[in-house]
């Protein structure tokens, strides 16, 4: 069975940095794109970063310029890392692995940004 796990969540001040990262347990294989969702209260989870197969990255405008999605294929692991934070960015993050036709889910973890 596979499972997603984040790390790397916690509170952080208007303007620090956190590093998010996402390992998979199990048998994967075919993974094409790796990514990263958010969940604020009371929102939908939406869409924060993704890095394909070949590299190519997509991000929310949101977060362009401050975010950077990489991805380790060896280690099959995804990262996200998050500069100049805002306390819009407070969420929960899941990561999101994409298979031939399924998609695994971690389980999620908090990013507070707050002063």
């Known amino acids: 069975q596979v499972q997603l796990v984040e790390s790397g969540g916690g509170l952080v001040q208007p303007g620090g940095s956190l590093r998010l990262s996402c390992a998979a347990s199990?048998?994967?294989?075919?993974?094409?794109?790796m990514g990263w969702y958010r969940q604020a209260p009371g929102r939908q989870r939406d869409l924060v970063a993704v890095?394909?197969?070949?590299?190519?990255?997509k991000y929310t405008d949101s977060v362009k310029g401050r975010f950077t999605v990489s991805r380790d294929n060896a280690k099959n692991m995804v990262y996200l890392q998050m500069n100049s934070l805002k306390p819009e960015d407070t969420a929960v993050y899941y990561c999101?692995?994409?298979?031939?036709?399924?998609?695994?889910w971690g389980q999620g973890t908090q990013v507070t940004v707050s002063s």
């Open positions: 999101r692995f994409d298979g031939v036709t399924v998609a695994y």
């Open positions: 199990g048998s994967i294989s075919s993974i094409y794109a």
């Open positions: 890095i394909g197969s070949d590299g190519s990255t």
